[in-house]
Protein backbone atom coordinates (compact mmCIF):
# COMPACT_ATOMS: atom_id res chain seq x y z
CA UNK A 1 0.00 0.00 0.00
CA UNK A 2 1.51 3.47 -0.99
CA UNK A 3 1.18 6.35 1.40
CA UNK A 4 0.42 9.40 -0.46
CA UNK A 5 1.22 12.95 1.27
CA UNK A 6 -2.31 13.94 2.14
CA UNK A 7 -2.26 10.17 4.28
CA UNK A 8 1.09 11.70 5.78
CA UNK A 9 -0.49 15.05 6.54
CA UNK A 10 -3.52 13.18 8.20
CA UNK A 11 -1.47 11.18 10.14
CA UNK A 12 0.35 14.32 11.50
CA UNK A 13 -2.94 16.16 12.08
CA UNK A 14 -4.64 12.87 13.61
CA UNK A 15 -1.76 11.60 15.74
CA UNK A 16 -0.19 15.19 17.16
CA UNK A 17 -2.91 17.80 15.87
CA UNK A 18 0.02 19.55 13.93
CA UNK A 19 -0.69 20.95 10.32
CA UNK A 20 2.87 21.25 8.97
CA UNK A 21 5.90 19.19 9.16
CA UNK A 22 9.04 20.98 10.66
CA UNK A 23 11.86 21.21 9.07
CA UNK A 24 13.21 18.15 7.20
CA UNK A 25 10.35 16.19 8.94
CA UNK A 26 8.11 14.88 5.88
CA UNK A 27 11.24 13.55 4.45
CA UNK A 28 12.42 11.67 6.89
CA UNK A 29 8.82 10.22 7.65
CA UNK A 30 8.76 9.01 3.73
CA UNK A 31 12.25 7.50 3.97
CA UNK A 32 11.16 5.40 7.38
CA UNK A 33 8.46 4.42 5.51
CA UNK A 34 10.07 3.64 2.39
CA UNK A 35 12.11 1.04 5.10
CA UNK A 36 15.43 2.93 3.98
CA UNK A 37 17.90 3.36 6.59
CA UNK A 38 17.98 6.71 7.53
CA UNK A 39 19.97 8.91 9.48
CA UNK A 40 18.52 12.06 11.07
CA UNK A 41 21.16 15.01 12.29
CA UNK A 42 18.86 17.99 13.73
CA UNK A 43 19.78 20.28 16.59
CA UNK A 44 17.80 19.74 19.95
CA UNK A 45 14.50 21.18 19.62
CA UNK A 46 14.62 20.38 15.83
CA UNK A 47 11.80 17.96 16.20
CA UNK A 48 13.22 14.53 16.06
CA UNK A 49 11.08 12.38 17.98
CA UNK A 50 8.53 12.76 15.67
CA UNK A 51 10.41 11.73 12.81
CA UNK A 52 9.87 7.85 14.35
CA UNK A 53 7.05 8.12 16.45
CA UNK A 54 4.71 9.40 13.36
CA UNK A 55 5.96 6.48 11.30
CA UNK A 56 5.76 3.74 14.00
CA UNK A 57 1.98 4.79 14.60
CA UNK A 58 1.28 4.39 11.45
CA UNK A 59 2.91 0.98 10.35
CA UNK A 60 2.10 -2.51 11.48
CA UNK A 61 4.55 -3.98 14.10
CA UNK A 62 6.38 -2.42 16.45
CA UNK A 63 9.57 0.09 16.41
CA UNK A 64 11.97 -0.32 18.73
CA UNK A 65 13.28 2.80 19.79
CA UNK A 66 17.08 2.42 21.60
CA UNK A 67 17.83 5.69 24.33
CA UNK A 68 20.16 5.85 27.12
CA UNK A 69 18.04 7.98 29.38
CA UNK A 70 15.40 6.50 31.36
CA UNK A 71 13.92 9.41 32.25
CA UNK A 72 13.71 10.97 28.98
CA UNK A 73 11.87 7.47 27.89
CA UNK A 74 9.10 8.23 30.49
CA UNK A 75 7.80 11.29 29.11
CA UNK A 76 8.32 10.46 25.73
CA UNK A 77 6.30 7.02 26.21
CA UNK A 78 3.97 9.18 28.72
CA UNK A 79 3.42 11.87 25.41
CA UNK A 80 2.21 9.23 23.31
CA UNK A 81 -0.05 7.63 25.38
CA UNK A 82 -1.73 10.98 25.52
CA UNK A 83 -1.86 11.27 22.15
CA UNK A 84 -3.50 7.69 20.98
CA UNK A 85 -5.90 7.48 24.65
CA UNK A 86 -4.49 3.86 24.55
CA UNK A 87 -1.97 3.15 27.47
CA UNK A 88 -0.12 -0.07 25.53
CA UNK A 89 0.79 2.27 22.45
CA UNK A 90 4.09 2.81 24.00
CA UNK A 91 5.95 0.85 26.53
CA UNK A 92 9.08 1.08 28.26
CA UNK A 93 11.07 -1.70 28.55
CA UNK A 94 14.04 -2.10 31.73
CA UNK A 95 14.90 -3.67 34.50
CA UNK A 96 12.69 -1.69 36.63
CA UNK A 97 9.78 -3.51 35.47
CA UNK A 98 8.07 -6.20 37.68
CA UNK A 99 7.19 -9.50 36.41
CA UNK A 100 3.52 -8.80 35.38
CA UNK A 101 4.61 -5.50 33.77
CA UNK A 102 6.69 -7.39 31.58
CA UNK A 103 4.19 -9.83 30.82
CA UNK A 104 1.34 -6.77 30.03
CA UNK A 105 4.59 -5.47 28.10
CA UNK A 106 5.12 -8.35 26.02
CA UNK A 107 1.45 -9.12 25.48
CA UNK A 108 0.63 -5.53 24.11
CA UNK A 109 3.55 -6.40 21.83
CA UNK A 110 2.39 -9.99 20.10
CA UNK A 111 -1.19 -8.10 20.17
CA UNK A 112 0.01 -5.47 18.31
CA UNK A 113 -1.32 -2.35 20.18
CA UNK A 114 2.48 -1.53 20.82
CA UNK A 115 3.36 0.84 18.16
CA UNK A 116 6.89 2.29 20.23
CA UNK A 117 8.74 0.14 22.24
CA UNK A 118 11.62 2.20 24.20
CA UNK A 119 15.10 0.37 25.85
CA UNK A 120 17.90 1.18 27.25
CA UNK A 121 20.61 -0.44 25.25
CA UNK A 122 21.93 -2.60 27.99
CA UNK A 123 18.27 -3.97 28.13
CA UNK A 124 19.18 -4.67 24.42
CA UNK A 125 21.83 -6.97 25.34
CA UNK A 126 19.52 -9.10 27.81
CA UNK A 127 19.30 -12.58 25.95
CA UNK A 128 16.05 -13.16 26.97
CA UNK A 129 15.03 -9.46 25.23
CA UNK A 130 16.75 -10.53 22.24
CA UNK A 131 14.94 -13.68 21.76
CA UNK A 132 11.59 -12.08 22.45
CA UNK A 133 12.01 -9.59 20.05
CA UNK A 134 13.48 -11.65 17.35
CA UNK A 135 9.59 -13.59 17.67
CA UNK A 136 7.26 -10.49 16.93
CA UNK A 137 7.06 -8.02 14.31
CA UNK A 138 9.63 -4.91 14.49
CA UNK A 139 8.73 -2.16 12.22
CA UNK A 140 12.15 -0.32 12.46
CA UNK A 141 14.84 0.62 15.09
CA UNK A 142 15.53 3.99 16.24
CA UNK A 143 19.07 4.82 17.23
CA UNK A 144 18.41 7.89 19.31
CA UNK A 145 21.32 9.91 20.50
CA UNK A 146 23.00 8.16 18.48
CA UNK A 147 26.24 9.89 18.88
CA UNK A 148 26.71 7.94 22.22
CA UNK A 149 28.20 5.37 19.88
CA UNK A 150 31.28 7.58 19.12
CA UNK A 151 34.27 8.61 21.29
CA UNK A 152 34.07 11.75 19.51
CA UNK A 153 30.88 12.47 21.09
CA UNK A 154 29.80 13.98 23.81
CA UNK A 155 28.44 11.54 25.75
CA UNK A 156 30.37 8.40 25.03
CA UNK A 157 28.53 4.43 26.01
CA UNK A 158 30.13 1.76 25.06
CA UNK A 159 26.50 -0.42 25.14
CA UNK A 160 25.85 1.80 21.88
CA UNK A 161 29.02 -0.04 20.12
CA UNK A 162 27.30 -3.48 20.49
CA UNK A 163 24.03 -2.42 18.91
CA UNK A 164 24.56 -3.42 15.48
CA UNK A 165 25.41 -6.98 16.11
CA UNK A 166 21.88 -6.92 18.30
CA UNK A 167 19.89 -5.20 15.60
CA UNK A 168 21.24 -8.25 13.47
CA UNK A 169 20.09 -10.67 15.48
CA UNK A 170 16.91 -9.64 16.07
CA UNK A 171 15.67 -9.74 12.49
CA UNK A 172 17.18 -9.28 8.91
CA UNK A 173 16.54 -6.36 7.25
CA UNK A 174 15.02 -4.18 9.75
CA UNK A 175 15.48 -1.04 8.78
CA UNK A 176 17.85 1.57 11.22
CA UNK A 177 17.04 5.16 11.86
CA UNK A 178 19.36 6.97 13.34
CA UNK A 179 19.09 9.85 15.50
CA UNK A 180 21.32 12.62 17.02
CA UNK A 181 21.58 16.70 17.60
CA UNK A 182 25.36 16.20 17.66
CA UNK A 183 27.03 17.28 13.79
CA UNK A 184 30.98 17.33 13.97
CA UNK A 185 31.84 14.82 10.74
CA UNK A 186 33.63 12.86 12.86
CA UNK A 187 30.79 11.77 15.04
CA UNK A 188 28.57 10.88 11.44
CA UNK A 189 31.24 8.73 10.49
CA UNK A 190 31.33 7.03 13.44
CA UNK A 191 27.72 6.62 13.48
CA UNK A 192 27.44 5.70 10.31
CA UNK A 193 30.39 3.03 10.32
CA UNK A 194 29.48 1.69 13.73
CA UNK A 195 25.64 0.81 12.45
CA UNK A 196 26.76 -0.71 9.27
CA UNK A 197 24.40 1.64 7.37
CA UNK A 198 26.64 3.24 4.99
CA UNK A 199 24.67 4.57 1.84
CA UNK A 200 21.67 5.69 4.66
CA UNK A 201 19.57 8.41 3.37
CA UNK A 202 20.70 11.54 5.30
CA UNK A 203 18.83 14.57 6.44
CA UNK A 204 20.84 17.24 8.57
CA UNK A 205 19.77 20.53 9.59
CA UNK A 206 21.43 23.33 9.74
CA UNK A 207 22.17 24.20 13.38
CA UNK A 208 22.36 27.76 12.82
CA UNK A 209 20.36 29.34 15.78
CA UNK A 210 19.80 32.99 14.48
CA UNK A 211 18.05 34.10 17.48
CA UNK A 212 20.87 33.33 19.86
CA UNK A 213 23.17 35.97 20.95
CA UNK A 214 26.89 34.52 21.75
CA UNK A 215 28.89 36.05 23.99
CA UNK A 216 32.58 35.50 25.73
CA UNK A 217 33.95 37.72 28.38
CA UNK A 218 36.86 37.30 30.90
CA UNK A 219 36.47 35.71 34.06
CA UNK A 220 37.55 37.66 36.49
CA UNK A 221 37.52 37.08 40.68
CA UNK A 222 34.59 39.00 40.38
CA UNK A 223 32.63 36.78 37.88
CA UNK A 224 30.31 36.97 40.33
CA UNK A 225 29.82 40.58 40.59
CA UNK A 226 29.27 39.83 36.92
CA UNK A 227 26.64 37.01 36.94
CA UNK A 228 24.40 39.50 39.39
CA UNK A 229 24.86 42.38 37.44
CA UNK A 230 24.14 40.50 34.13
CA UNK A 231 21.16 38.57 35.60
CA UNK A 232 19.90 41.81 37.43
CA UNK A 233 19.82 43.81 33.98
CA UNK A 234 17.63 41.13 32.65
CA UNK A 235 15.54 40.66 35.43
CA UNK A 236 12.15 39.05 35.30
CA UNK A 237 13.60 36.68 32.72
CA UNK A 238 14.41 33.15 32.89
CA UNK A 239 17.79 31.77 32.89
CA UNK A 240 19.98 28.90 33.01
CA UNK A 241 23.52 29.18 34.76
CA UNK A 242 25.61 26.63 34.47
CA UNK A 243 28.84 25.65 36.86
CA UNK A 244 31.49 22.66 36.64
CA UNK A 245 31.06 21.52 40.61
CA UNK A 246 28.35 20.85 42.63
CA UNK A 247 29.95 23.29 45.02
CA UNK A 248 30.05 25.89 42.94
CA UNK A 249 26.44 25.81 42.12
CA UNK A 250 25.58 25.61 45.75
CA UNK A 251 27.39 28.87 46.62
CA UNK A 252 26.42 30.56 43.52
CA UNK A 253 22.91 30.15 43.91
CA UNK A 254 22.96 31.50 47.34
CA UNK A 255 24.82 34.34 46.21
CA UNK A 256 22.22 35.35 44.29
CA UNK A 257 19.91 34.40 46.58
CA UNK A 258 21.19 36.75 48.87
CA UNK A 259 21.29 39.62 46.39
CA UNK A 260 17.38 39.48 46.03
CA UNK A 261 17.23 37.05 42.58
CA UNK A 262 15.11 34.12 42.83
CA UNK A 263 17.34 31.34 41.84
CA UNK A 264 17.57 27.88 42.74
CA UNK A 265 20.83 25.39 42.51
CA UNK A 266 19.98 21.98 40.56
CA UNK A 267 23.00 18.84 40.41
CA UNK A 268 22.88 15.46 40.47
CA UNK A 269 23.82 15.46 44.80
CA UNK A 270 20.49 16.67 45.41
CA UNK A 271 17.58 14.47 46.29
CA UNK A 272 15.07 13.50 43.67
CA UNK A 273 11.96 15.18 45.24
CA UNK A 274 14.59 18.42 45.64
CA UNK A 275 15.40 18.14 41.76
CA UNK A 276 11.54 18.02 40.91
CA UNK A 277 10.76 20.74 43.11
CA UNK A 278 13.08 23.22 41.88
CA UNK A 279 13.01 22.44 38.22
CA UNK A 280 8.98 22.77 38.42
CA UNK A 281 9.77 25.90 40.11
CA UNK A 282 11.97 27.06 37.04
CA UNK A 283 9.38 26.11 34.58
CA UNK A 284 6.41 27.35 36.60
CA UNK A 285 8.14 30.75 37.16
CA UNK A 286 8.30 30.61 40.65
CA UNK A 287 11.67 31.11 40.53
CA UNK A 288 14.05 32.80 37.60
CA UNK A 289 17.38 31.16 37.72
CA UNK A 290 18.20 27.84 37.76
CA UNK A 291 22.21 27.59 38.83
CA UNK A 292 23.00 24.06 37.74
CA UNK A 293 25.69 21.87 36.47
CA UNK A 294 25.27 19.39 33.40
CA UNK A 295 22.58 17.51 34.61
CA UNK A 296 20.41 19.80 34.31
CA UNK A 297 18.64 20.33 30.69
CA UNK A 298 17.77 17.04 29.10
CA UNK A 299 14.50 16.99 27.82
CA UNK A 300 13.94 20.27 29.83
CA UNK A 301 11.42 21.94 27.10
CA UNK A 302 11.17 25.41 28.73
CA UNK A 303 10.80 28.18 25.45
CA UNK A 304 11.39 30.85 26.61
CA UNK A 305 14.66 30.41 28.42
CA UNK A 306 15.99 34.11 27.86
CA UNK A 307 20.09 33.83 28.79
CA UNK A 308 22.17 30.74 29.50
CA UNK A 309 25.52 31.92 31.21
CA UNK A 310 28.58 29.85 31.88
CA UNK A 311 29.88 30.35 34.74
CA UNK A 312 32.37 27.80 33.70
CA UNK A 313 33.35 26.88 30.18
CA UNK A 314 32.57 23.79 29.02
CA UNK A 315 34.42 20.82 27.68
CA UNK A 316 33.71 21.02 23.91
CA UNK A 317 31.93 22.90 21.70
CA UNK A 318 28.74 20.27 21.27
CA UNK A 319 28.68 20.82 25.16
CA UNK A 320 28.56 24.26 24.59
CA UNK A 321 26.55 24.28 21.88
CA UNK A 322 23.73 21.88 23.43
CA UNK A 323 24.12 24.14 27.01
CA UNK A 324 23.77 27.58 25.17
CA UNK A 325 21.08 25.61 22.85
CA UNK A 326 18.26 25.63 25.86
CA UNK A 327 18.03 29.62 25.23
CA UNK A 328 15.60 31.31 22.69
CA UNK A 329 13.85 28.02 22.11
CA UNK A 330 10.53 29.82 20.98
CA UNK A 331 12.70 31.72 18.27
CA UNK A 332 12.79 35.04 20.98
CA UNK A 333 15.78 36.62 22.61
CA UNK A 334 18.36 34.13 23.92
CA UNK A 335 21.54 35.54 25.13
CA UNK A 336 24.84 33.32 26.02
CA UNK A 337 27.26 34.60 28.24
CA UNK A 338 30.44 32.31 28.93
CA UNK A 339 33.23 33.79 31.41
CA UNK A 340 36.65 32.42 30.20
CA UNK A 341 39.66 32.07 32.02
CA UNK A 342 42.75 29.62 30.75
CA UNK A 343 42.81 28.42 34.55
CA UNK A 344 39.53 26.92 33.93
CA UNK A 345 41.03 24.83 30.85
CA UNK A 346 43.96 23.85 32.74
CA UNK A 347 41.17 22.28 35.37
CA UNK A 348 39.41 20.59 32.96
CA UNK A 349 42.61 18.88 31.87
CA UNK A 350 43.82 18.11 35.02
CA UNK A 351 40.47 15.77 35.56
CA UNK A 352 41.10 13.81 32.29
CA UNK A 353 44.59 13.00 33.67
CA UNK A 354 43.80 9.28 35.12
CA UNK A 355 42.39 8.96 31.73
CA UNK A 356 42.84 5.92 29.40
CA UNK A 357 45.28 7.71 26.73
CA UNK A 358 43.15 7.63 23.52
CA UNK A 359 40.43 9.32 26.06
CA UNK A 360 43.00 11.84 26.74
CA UNK A 361 43.92 12.74 23.38
CA UNK A 362 40.21 12.90 22.40
CA UNK A 363 39.21 15.14 25.70
CA UNK A 364 42.24 17.48 24.58
CA UNK A 365 41.16 18.00 21.08
CA UNK A 366 37.92 18.91 22.08
CA UNK A 367 38.84 21.32 24.72
CA UNK A 368 41.74 23.07 22.07
CA UNK A 369 38.62 23.85 20.14
CA UNK A 370 36.93 25.13 23.05
CA UNK A 371 39.92 26.99 24.03
CA UNK A 372 39.86 28.66 20.45
CA UNK A 373 36.70 29.29 20.45
CA UNK A 374 36.79 31.80 24.07
CA UNK A 375 40.07 33.46 22.19
CA UNK A 376 38.59 34.13 18.59
CA UNK A 377 37.99 37.32 17.29
CA UNK A 378 35.99 35.95 14.23
CA UNK A 379 32.19 35.63 14.03
CA UNK A 380 31.52 32.62 16.89
CA UNK A 381 28.38 31.59 14.88
CA UNK A 382 31.08 31.42 11.95
CA UNK A 383 33.20 28.95 14.23
CA UNK A 384 30.32 27.03 15.50
CA UNK A 385 28.95 26.12 12.58
CA UNK A 386 32.05 25.81 10.78
CA UNK A 387 33.12 23.27 13.93
CA UNK A 388 30.00 21.12 12.74
CA UNK A 389 30.58 20.85 9.09
CA UNK A 390 28.87 23.99 8.09
CA UNK A 391 29.32 26.89 5.83
CA UNK A 392 28.32 30.42 7.25
CA UNK A 393 28.82 33.61 5.59
CA UNK A 394 28.66 36.28 8.13
CA UNK A 395 27.36 38.75 5.80
CA UNK A 396 24.63 37.30 4.43
CA UNK A 397 23.65 34.76 6.93
CA UNK A 398 20.94 34.62 9.32
CA UNK A 399 21.80 36.05 12.77
CA UNK A 400 25.60 37.21 11.14
CA UNK A 401 25.56 39.90 13.56
CA UNK A 402 24.57 38.06 16.41
CA UNK A 403 28.08 37.68 18.70
CA UNK A 404 30.30 40.00 20.60
CA UNK A 405 33.30 39.64 17.85
CA UNK A 406 31.06 41.09 15.35
CA UNK A 407 28.91 43.42 17.09
CA UNK A 408 32.21 45.15 18.34
CA UNK A 409 34.67 44.49 15.74
CA UNK A 410 39.00 44.07 16.70
CA UNK A 411 41.48 45.60 14.60
CA UNK A 412 42.59 43.70 11.16
CA UNK A 413 45.38 44.00 9.38
CA UNK A 414 46.94 42.23 6.58
CA UNK A 415 48.67 39.02 7.14
CA UNK A 416 49.18 36.89 3.46
CA UNK A 417 53.14 36.69 4.24
CA UNK A 418 52.74 35.48 7.24
CA UNK A 419 49.26 32.67 5.96
CA UNK A 420 52.15 31.88 3.38
CA UNK A 421 54.79 31.44 5.97
CA UNK A 422 52.94 29.11 8.23
CA UNK A 423 51.26 26.73 5.19
CA UNK A 424 55.33 26.35 4.19
CA UNK A 425 56.32 25.79 6.94
CA UNK A 426 53.36 22.72 7.26
CA UNK A 427 54.54 21.55 3.98
CA UNK A 428 58.16 21.98 4.96
CA UNK A 429 57.51 19.46 7.64
CA UNK A 430 55.47 17.28 5.69
CA UNK A 431 52.40 18.00 7.47
CA UNK A 432 53.17 15.62 10.86
CA UNK A 433 52.64 18.43 13.69
CA UNK A 434 49.92 19.33 15.48
CA UNK A 435 48.94 23.10 15.86
CA UNK A 436 51.12 23.59 19.28
CA UNK A 437 54.56 22.06 17.75
CA UNK A 438 53.74 23.39 14.29
CA UNK A 439 53.60 27.08 16.14
CA UNK A 440 56.73 25.65 17.98
CA UNK A 441 58.29 25.30 14.94
CA UNK A 442 57.49 28.80 13.54
CA UNK A 443 58.69 30.82 16.62
CA UNK A 444 61.72 28.43 16.63
CA UNK A 445 61.43 26.76 20.50
CA UNK A 446 62.56 23.15 20.02
CA UNK A 447 61.13 20.59 22.31
CA UNK A 448 61.69 16.76 22.31
CA UNK A 449 59.63 16.05 19.56
CA UNK A 450 60.94 18.13 17.27
CA UNK A 451 64.73 17.30 18.32
CA UNK A 452 63.67 13.75 17.45
CA UNK A 453 62.90 15.21 13.98
CA UNK A 454 65.76 17.24 13.37
CA UNK A 455 63.07 19.79 12.67
CA UNK A 456 64.90 22.70 14.69
CA UNK A 457 68.50 22.06 12.17
CA UNK A 458 66.52 23.00 9.33
CA UNK A 459 66.19 26.43 7.69
CA UNK A 460 62.75 27.35 8.29
CA UNK A 461 63.07 26.53 12.04
CA UNK A 462 62.09 29.94 13.56
CA UNK A 463 61.07 32.26 10.70
CA UNK A 464 58.75 33.27 12.60
CA UNK A 465 60.12 34.12 15.41
CA UNK A 466 59.59 37.80 15.21
CA UNK A 467 55.72 37.22 16.55
CA UNK A 468 54.78 35.48 19.64
CA UNK A 469 53.20 31.93 19.79
CA UNK A 470 49.83 33.80 20.55
CA UNK A 471 49.84 35.19 17.37
CA UNK A 472 50.57 32.41 15.29
CA UNK A 473 47.82 30.23 17.27
CA UNK A 474 45.57 32.63 16.73
CA UNK A 475 46.71 33.20 12.66
CA UNK A 476 46.64 29.19 12.42
CA UNK A 477 42.73 29.13 13.55
CA UNK A 478 41.25 31.86 11.38
CA UNK A 479 43.10 30.12 8.65
CA UNK A 480 41.65 26.70 9.46
CA UNK A 481 38.31 28.49 9.39
CA UNK A 482 39.16 29.77 6.11
CA UNK A 483 39.75 26.71 4.97
CA UNK A 484 43.00 26.59 3.88
CA UNK A 485 43.71 23.85 6.64
CA UNK A 486 42.27 20.79 7.89
CA UNK A 487 42.53 19.16 11.34
CA UNK A 488 43.50 15.59 10.94
CA UNK A 489 40.60 13.61 13.34
CA UNK A 490 42.12 10.56 13.24
CA UNK A 491 45.83 11.92 14.52
CA UNK A 492 43.53 13.58 17.35
CA UNK A 493 44.62 17.10 15.39
CA UNK A 494 47.81 16.61 13.17
CA UNK A 495 47.06 19.80 10.86
CA UNK A 496 46.84 18.92 7.03
CA UNK A 497 47.21 21.28 3.85
CA UNK A 498 44.10 21.92 1.69
CA UNK A 499 43.99 21.88 -1.89
CA UNK A 500 43.44 25.83 -1.24
CA UNK A 501 46.32 25.67 0.87
CA UNK A 502 48.55 24.39 -1.58
CA UNK A 503 47.49 26.94 -4.38
CA UNK A 504 48.13 30.14 -1.63
CA UNK A 505 51.48 29.13 -1.31
CA UNK A 506 52.32 29.84 -5.40
CA UNK A 507 49.47 32.58 -5.36
CA UNK A 508 49.50 34.58 -2.11
CA UNK A 509 45.86 36.46 -2.02
CA UNK A 510 44.75 38.82 0.48
CA UNK A 511 43.93 37.61 3.95
CA UNK A 512 43.15 40.30 6.38
CA UNK A 513 43.67 38.83 10.09
CA UNK A 514 41.42 39.66 12.71
CA UNK A 515 43.26 40.30 16.41
CA UNK A 516 42.48 38.05 18.79
CA UNK A 517 41.24 38.80 22.57
CA UNK A 518 43.91 38.72 25.27
CA UNK A 519 42.82 37.36 28.15
CA UNK A 520 45.62 38.69 30.37
CA UNK A 521 43.58 39.56 33.58
CA UNK A 522 45.25 37.68 37.10
CA UNK A 523 42.99 35.25 37.04
CA UNK A 524 44.33 33.46 40.27
CA UNK A 525 41.09 33.80 42.18
CA UNK A 526 38.91 32.99 39.74
CA UNK A 527 37.14 29.94 39.82
P1 LIG B 1 14.25 17.16 19.52
O1 LIG B 1 14.04 15.73 19.94
O2 LIG B 1 14.81 17.27 18.15
O3 LIG B 1 14.98 17.98 20.52
P2 LIG B 1 11.45 17.33 19.91
O4 LIG B 1 11.09 16.08 19.22
O5 LIG B 1 11.47 17.33 21.40
O6 LIG B 1 12.84 17.84 19.37
O7 LIG B 1 10.51 18.49 19.38
C1 LIG B 1 10.65 19.80 19.79
C2 LIG B 1 9.31 20.47 19.90
O8 LIG B 1 8.73 20.71 18.63
C3 LIG B 1 8.29 19.66 20.69
O9 LIG B 1 7.62 20.52 21.57
C4 LIG B 1 7.36 19.13 19.62
O10 LIG B 1 6.06 18.92 20.11
C5 LIG B 1 7.39 20.24 18.60
N1 LIG B 1 7.09 19.78 17.23
C6 LIG B 1 7.63 18.71 16.62
N2 LIG B 1 7.14 18.60 15.37
C7 LIG B 1 6.28 19.61 15.18
C8 LIG B 1 5.44 20.04 14.08
N3 LIG B 1 5.43 19.39 12.92
N4 LIG B 1 4.69 21.13 14.26
C9 LIG B 1 4.73 21.82 15.43
N5 LIG B 1 5.47 21.47 16.49
C10 LIG B 1 6.25 20.39 16.38
Request: with cysteine; charged share 25%; hydrophobic share 40%.
Amino acid sequence: MSITKSDLHAALKKFFGFNKFMGLQEGVVESILARTNTFVIMPTGGGKSLCYQLPALMQEGTAIVVSPLIALMKNQVDAIRGISNEEGVAHVLNSSLNKTEIKRVKEDIVNGITKLLYVAPESLTKEENVEFLRSVTVSFMAIDEAHCISEWGHDFRPEYRNLKQIISRIGDNIPIIALTATATPKVQEDVIKNLGIVGAKTFKASFNRPNLYYEVRSKSKNVDADIIRFIKQNSGKSGIVYCLSRKRVEELAQVLQVNGIKAVPYHAGLDAKTRTSHQDKFLMEDVDVVVATIAFGMGIDKPDVRFVIHHDIPKSIESYYQETGRAGRDGGEGHCLAFYAYKDIEKLEKFMSGKPVAEQEIGQALLQEVVAFAETSMSRRKFILHYFGEEFDNETGEGGDMDDNVRFPKKKHEANEDVKLLLETIQNTNEKYKSKDLVNVIIGKENALIKSHRTDEQAFFGKGSHKDNKYWMALLRQVLVAGYLKKDIETYGVIKLNDSGIDFISKPKSFMMTEDHVYDIDQDEAN
